[in-house]
């Protein structure tokens, strides 16, 4: 499996240049991040609240699910 930019796959890439680099999205990652001990069910809490939105993807077409938002995750406490 090839690597991109370092990260698994472009969609892990993509979905975590978004949540870096959009400040409410990076903002709501972290508030979610603040009331979970793990980061998969932060993940799931974000990813549902992405849903509740009818955001199912980054505006570059990248899918947003549980993996590829607990990858973005990691570092971040």
Request: aromatic share 12%; net charge positive.
């Amino acid at each position: 499996m090839s690597k991109y930019n370092g990260y698994k796959n472009w969609n892990h890439w993509n979905v975590s240049l978004w949540l870096h680099n959009e400040e409410v999205l990076y903002r709501d990652m972290l508030e979610v991040l603040s009331k979970h001990k793990n980061k998969t069910n932060a993940a799931r809490e974000l990813l549902t609240n992405f849903r509740d939105y009818g955001i199912t993807s980054t505006p570059d077409g990248a899918p947003y699910s549980v993996s590829s938002i607990r990858t973005a995750m990691i570092g971040l406490e």
